[in-house]
Nanobody, 124 residues
């Protein structure tokens, strides 16, 4: 099992910045990717940004140039620096990882894990 603990959400004025952090712990053999998704009421959860263990990143078009994802492989931690926030960024932000863990028998397993979510609210 892998646990994800998020921090850094809160209330900020439009134009401001926030930094989200997410730390993974548990029986981790390898973190394959970590990332952030967000969801607002009545809408599907959407990709914000992801980063692989080799450092390749992917961003939603709506956050390119404003958000930066980074990771610390040794600490199994991912960060999301969010600048120039606007009210459309208001959502619950969820940390995600695809991690390889020891299997129940011989071998390894690869699963998707989610954090509990952290609220980001941007006021106009």
């Amino acid at each position: 099992q892998v646990q994800l603990v998020e921090s850094g959400g809160g209330l900020v004025q439009a134009g401001g910045s926030l930094r989200l952090s997410c730390a993974a712990s548990g029986s981790i053999v390898r973190i394959n990717t970590m990332g952030w998704y967000r969801q607002t009421p009545g809408k599907q959860r959407e990709l914000v940004a992801t980063i692989t263990n080799s450092g390749s990143t992917n961003y939603a078009d709506s956050v390119k140039g404003r958000f930066t994802i980074s990771g610390d492989n040794a600490k199994h931690t991912v960060y999301l620096q969010m600048n120039s926030l606007n009210p459309d960024d208001t959502a619950v932000y969820y940390c995600n990882t695809v991690a390889t863990t020891p299997g129940r028998g011989i071998g390894l397993e690869r699963h998707d894990y989610w954090g509990q979510g952290t609220q980001v609210t941007v006021s106009s």
